[in-house]
Each structure stands twice: as structure tokens, then as C-alpha cells.
């Protein structure tokens, strides 16, 4: 979808989750979803998703999960990668959070989504994102 009338954005969000394999495929799904549902997003838009995780989340990686989540298959050429969050002290636990790569038109503007208790990672996007309808 790359051509003259479009540019590449990047999309940020994050959820927390359990430690558990159902957890986070159930979270990370919702936040996939719900990144695609507010910034009008098909997979032939995304040119790839990089996640990372707090060191507590260790049942099963977020790539992972969004595939089992997937049930359509949308995101089966889509390019995932995950790393670990580094260790800080006072970190919010249990995070996973997420940067989509999109090309999308000039006058496009990017929402970001945090889930299930992440909202307090970014208050000020949350805010201004919940203004603005």
C-alpha cells in the first residue's frame, strides 16, 4: 500500500494480562483488535507489529498469542517480534506493549490504545484520545 499519497506512522498501546497462555492471547487479541478498530487498520496496512513484555509475563510470548488469537488468519504474513522490557525498579508489572508500523495517508493521525489497567502508562494519550470525541 506504500505509494506517493502515503507515509509510514507508528501506533503504540499496551495491556496488562495474567500470567497465564489464555490471558494473554485474550489481552493481546483485544488490544490488536482494538488498535485496528480506532485507527481503521487492515492487515495489508501493517507493515509489521514489534511487542515487548514485562519480565513477569513469561507463559507465553505476545507473537504467539496474537496468532492464537487470530482466528481469520489476518495476521499470518504480518512480521512479529518481541523482547523483554528492562528491569526498572517501580515498573508496572505484568505489561505488554505493543508499536504497530503502518503506512496509511498523509492526513492520517494515529491512535493509540491502552488496555485493561495500561491506561495508567499514558494517561495524557488516554485523555486526550477520550476529548477528542
Not at 44 to 72: G, W
Not at 74 to 84: E, G, M, Y
Not at 90 to 106: A, G, L, S
Amino acid at each position: 500500500m506504500n505509494s506517493l499519497e502515503n507515509r509510514m506512522y507508528c501506533i503504540r498501546g499496551a495491556v496488562c494480562s495474567e500470567n497465564t497462555a489464555d490471558s494473554l492471547v485474550k489481552n493481546v487479541g483485544e488490544l490488536y483488535q482494538e488498535l485496528c478498530n480506532k485507527n481503521e487498520l487492515e492487515a495489508a496496512d501493517i507493515v509489521s507489529i514489534q511487542f515487548s513484555i514485562t519480565p513477569d509475563l513469561d507463559a507465553l510470548n505476545p507473537a504467539t498469542a496474537l496468532r492464537k488469537s487470530d482466528k481469520t488468519g489476518a495476521t499470518k504474513n504480518i512480521p512479529l517480534f518481541c523482547c523483554a522490557e528492562p528491569l526498572i525498579q517501580n515498573m508496572k508489572p505484568k505489561v505488554v506493549r505493543v508499536m504497530v508500523t503502518v503506512y496509511k495517508k498523509q492526513e492520517f493521525i494515529p491512535v493509540p490504545v491502552y488496555l485493561n489497567g495500561a491506561e495508567s502508562l499514558r494517561p495524557d494519550l488516554c485523555r486526550a484520545h477520550t476529548e477528542d470525541k
